[in-house]
C-alpha cells in the first residue's frame, strides 16, 4: 500500500492525526466484513461476490445519546437510508453502516437486530433507523445474489468496535463494502484521512469511491488519467457514487454539519469529479461535542461563524486525500464476466507527477 507521501503529495497546510484516518477521532470505530467467493451460479450456488459491509462508529450508545448530524447531496443516485429523519430531527441514532446497491435492506435489517440486541429500550421506548448507504459494485459483483448475512454485518460492527483507540490506519482500498468498487476507472473501495485542528479538535473523514471518468483523475493538480490513459477494462465504464462520513468531535450542531457535508463536493471536484448523472454523492456528517442523553440538549455552546473555516478547510483536504489513499491502496480485482480491474500503477503516477515538477 503507497501513501501520499511516497509519491511526494501534501494536500493543505493542517497537520493529519497519527493514523492518517477517521480513527484519529477520539471514540471512533472502522470496521470491515469483506465478501470474496467465486461458486456456481445460483440456486445451486452462491455466485460470484466481490463485495462487503463497512461500519463507521462514532462511539458510545448513539441510541441513548444521539449524534447531531447533517446530510448533504451533490448528486442523488443513490441511497443512505435514515436521511428524512436527520434532516428533521438533526441528529442520528445508529452507526454508519455501508454496503452495495442491493444489499441495503439486508444490512438495514441486520443492524435493527443487532442494535436492538445491544439497547433492550429499541422497540419498546421507540423504534430505530440506521444510516446505511451504499454504491453499485455490479461492475465486479453479482447483484442478482444476496451476498450479504448477518454474520457480515455483526462482524463488520464488531470490527469497528475492536478499533476505537487504534493506533494504526485502517485496512483501505478493496476492503468491505470497497471491495468491489471502481474509482476513476482503476480499483477504488475505501479511503480516509484526517486533519487536527488549531482549537485542537480533529476531523476525519472516510470514503466509499466509486466514482469518476478516467480521464479526469486529477492528483496534485496534474491531470494524471489523461496521462495514464484509458484502463484496458472500460467497455463500456461503470457508472459510479461516492458516500463520504465527515466524523469531528468539535461542538458542531446539525446546521453547521450540514455545511461540512457540503464541502465534501470541493474535495471530489479536486480529484476530478463532476459528479456525473448516474452518480450519488452522498454525504453525511456527524459530530460528537454536543452529543446529549436522549431527549436532552447540550450545555456546550456549538461552533458558529468564522470559527468554522479551518473545519471547512479540513474536510476538503481531508476528502481530496481519502479519494486519492483508496486508490493507492488498491489491488487488481477480479470479477463478475470475466473483467478485472487493475490497481492504480503506482510507479507510472510517480513518473508523470516527477515529469510535470521538473
Known amino acids: 500500500m503507497a501513501r501520499l507521501t511516497d509519491i511526494g503529495i501534501t494536500i493543505g497546510s493542517l497537520p493529519s492525526g497519527s493514523t492518517r484516518s477517521i480513527l484519529d477521532v477520539p471514540g471512533a470505530g472502522v470496521g470491515h466484513a469483506t465478501i470474496e467467493y467465486d461458486d456456481v451460479a445460483p440456486p445451486q450456488g452462491r455466485g460470484i461476490a466481490r463485495t462487503g459491509v463497512t461500519v463507521i462508529d462514532p462511539g458510545g450508545d448513539c441510541w441513548a445519546s444521539p449524534v447531531p448530524a447533517g446530510v448533504a447531496l451533490i448528486n442523488g443516485a443513490g441511497e443512505l437510508t435514515a436521511r428524512s429523519q436527520i434532516d428533521e430531527w438533526g441528529v442520528c441514532e445508529t452507526p454508519v453502516f455501508l454496503t452495495s446497491t442491493m444489499q441495503v435492506g439486508r444490512v438495514y435489517d441486520a443492524a435493527c437486530r443487532l442494535l436492538m440486541s445491544e439497547q433492550p429500550a429499541i422497540g419498546i421506548d421507540d423504534v430505530i433507523i440506521p444510516a446505511v448507504g451504499e454504491c453499485d459494485d455490479s461492475w465486479l459483483s453479482d447483484p442478482r445474489t444476496m451476498h ?211
Open 148 to 358: 450479504v448475512q448477518d454474520e457480515h454485518v455483526a462482524e463488520a460492527l464488531r470490527a469497528a468496535r475492536a478499533s476505537v483507540g487504534s493506533r494504526q490506519e485502517p485496512p483501505l482500498g478493496a476492503v468491505g463494502a470497497g471491495t468491489g468498487m471502481v474509482c476513476f476507472g482503476w480499483k477504488g473501495g475505501i479511503g480516509t484521512a484526517s486533519r487536527v485542528l488549531p482549537d485542537g479538535h480533529t476531523v476525519g473523514v472516510l470514503l466509499l469511491t466509486n466514482f469518476g471518468q478516467w480521464d479526469r483523475l486529477t492528483i496534485d493538480g496534474v491531470a494524471v488519467g489523461a496521462e495514464l490513459g484509458m484502463p484496458a477494462h472500460l467497455q463500456p465504464p461503470p457508472a459510479g457514487s461516492c458516500l463520504a462520513v465527515v466524523l469531528t468531535d468539535a461542538p458542531i450542531d446539525h446546521h453547521g454539519c450540514e455545511r461540512l457535508a457540503r464541502r465534501v463536493g470541493l474535495g471530489l471536484a479536486r480529484t476530478g469529479s463532476t459528479a456525473h448523472h448516474a452518480s450519488g454523492e452522498i454525504a453525511i456528517a456527524l459530530a460528537t461535542g454536543l452529543r446529549a442523553p436522549r431527549g436532552e440538549s447540550s450545555a456546550v455552546a456549538p461552533l458558529h461563524g468564522r470559527a468554522f473555516d479551518p473545519y471547512f478547510e479540513a474536510v476538503v483536504d481531508a476528502t481530496e486525500e481519502a479519494v486519492l489513499s483508496s486508490l493507492l491502496s488498491g489491488r487488481d480485482v477480479s470479477g463478475v464476466g470475466g473483467r478485472t480491474v487493475p490497481a492504480l500503477p503506482v510507479n507510472d503516477v510517480q513518473r508523470i507527477l516527477k515529469g510535470h515538477r521538473a
